[in-house]
């Protein structure tokens, strides 16, 4: 029995059904990943399991324990909103003792614990600030520490990082994983972005249409996808030869595929090209090796293994 | 090019300068004349209205009823309304609606009406609540209402309880309902939510609500009028009387002006101090 069971959990507003039997079990210390486009149930899977959102059918079980019976202020989940949520009458360190203050922890443990979680997400020459005083990046920590000093069960992460410019998304990703590695706190991370889902997830939960389509390591899911939904939805896919291709796997060789490049894009670390075949249109990805590479409007042939 | 703005702006500022600044300029003058009995208002230049009103415990006394009565008004129209505006805000769809009607349909309402209102239901012995409450025996004399300062103040902050539920209202909808979520998620009961997240952030709506509450019930003219009348006489229904009745317009000019210039002071002092208090919070 896992940690955290969601079983045939429903959600439906209306008519609409927003969340559709979904079954997931999720182990002590895992980080997995809610990946799916926009609309698909994410959020409201989430809600769920915080208490905010009433699931229309369906059970949750924390160790066992009906979590549905406890009321949302007593689940003791951390929760990272995707708009922070912050207090913004409280200074930063208002912001992360409140949960401890809640808990009944006296203050001299509180003031200890706030410094501590402060050190680990790197923000302890803020304490003093008010959470406006701050960066998105900066205030996206805050919400992180928040939630993390309460010790909680389980870390809930709705679209953290969705807010942040690309570069500090990559460092907030890496940085994410590493203090969740640290505290070993089970973790829920919502998100629409496939790259950060594979990066920072032990396992993925695609979701459509407010159901699971597959659940299972990044690799396996990008690499065996179980629908044809998956394959496309974590990276771009090719249809050659009956088969689908992920771009990256195919290579330009002395013989194969017969085409003409149509397109060649420079993206710095890799070259994007559309190949016209007679298959129609492929998609290639090449490593930026130093090498020459083919040029638009080249005859070449396209090469890839039995996948 | 640079003189656009204002050359656009400069009707308006004529209008303003005729309808304001001039009338304004025309009492502070009209304040240093003198006044007599028999020979009427002289233009000479003297600081004997000025002399009375601050000298005479008569003025001390009703600018001293003046202020208290606004800022008993303020803090019930705060007390009633910051709690009205947020049940307000947590109605559903049809009924929220419906209520926000309820409670701004009274500015549709002249004041003179909704304060006679009050004065039918209290006034003296045909007043229909006390009559009811005399019939029903459970008091013997009729509730002193009219003429008195409790009942300028409730009638005055049943007419400026809009004021107040408006300005909190505005800052209510600025919350972020996940923000009191993330309070509930840290542990927070209702209550714990309420004191310790909501009010501290609609703070700055009520104080902004205060300040125009307090600016309106202590200029208010129509209510003290009809419920204090004659024998509870505040700043506003004093300077008219000295219009209209005494006839000693430089007097009731030097009432008039005093009025305006300690409610201007008090306004811009409490703009300042709230404005201090939450830059820093919120910005
Ligand atoms: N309170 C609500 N009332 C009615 N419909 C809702 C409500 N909340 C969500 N929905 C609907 O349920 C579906 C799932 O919403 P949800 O917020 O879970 O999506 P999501 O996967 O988080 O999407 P996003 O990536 O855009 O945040 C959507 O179609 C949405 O319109
Ligand atoms: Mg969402």
Partial sequence: MAFLELDKLSKTFGSHLAVDGLTLGVEKGEF???LGPSGCGK???????????????????????????????????????????????????????????MQGVAAPERIKRIGETLELVGLSAFAGRYPRQMSGGQQQRVALARALVIRPQILLLDEPLSNLDAKLREE?????RQ???TVGTTTILVTHDQAEAMALSDRLVVMNHGRAEQIGPPHEAYERPATPFVASFLGRTNLVGGATVRPEKISFAAQGLAGKVRTRIFQGNHWLYQVETTDGLVTVIRQNTGEAMPAEGEAVHLAWGAA | MKSAPYLLSLPALLLFAVIVVVPLIMTVLLSFHDWGQYKGIEPVFILKNWHEVFTDSYFLEMFWRTFRIAFSVTVLAALLGAPEAYILNRMKSPWRGIFLLVILGPLLISVVARTLGWALLFGGNSGLVNKALASIGLIDAPLPFMFT????????????????????????????????????????????????????QVMPGILSGAIIVFALAASAFATPAI?????????????????????????????????LIALVAIVVGLSRLVERRYAQVFG
Avoid: C
């Fill in chain 2, 149 to 200: 300062e409790t009942g300028v103040i409730v009638a005055l902050t049943h007419v400026l309880m809009p004021y107040m539920v408006l300005a909190v209202w505005a800052a209510l909808q600025r919350l972020d309902p996940q923000v009191e979520n993330a309070a509930v998620a840290l542990g927070a009961g209702p209550f714990t939510v309420l004191r310790r997240i909501v009010l501290p």
């Fill in chain 1, 32 to 34: 997995v990943s809610l």
């Fill in chain 1, 179 to 181: 203090i969740q590695r």
């Fill in chain 1, 172 to 176: 907030m990703q890496i940085e994410l």
């Fill in chain 1, 43 to 101: 959020t409201t899977t989430l809600q769920m399991i915080a208490g905010f959102v009433e699931p229309s059918g369906g059970s949750i079980r924390l160790e066992g324990r009906d979590l549905l019976a406890v009321k949302p202020a007593r689940r003791g989940l951390g929760i990272v909103f995707q708009s922070y949520a912050l207090f913004p009458h409280m200074t930063v360190a208002e912001n992360v003792g409140f949960g401890l203050e």
């Fill in chain 2, 227 to 259: 419920i204090g009348g004659r024998r509870l006489k505040v700043a506003s229904t004093l300077a008219y009387d000295e219009f209209l009745n005494t006839l000693n317009w430089p007097l009731g000019a030097a009432v008039a002006v005093l009025l």
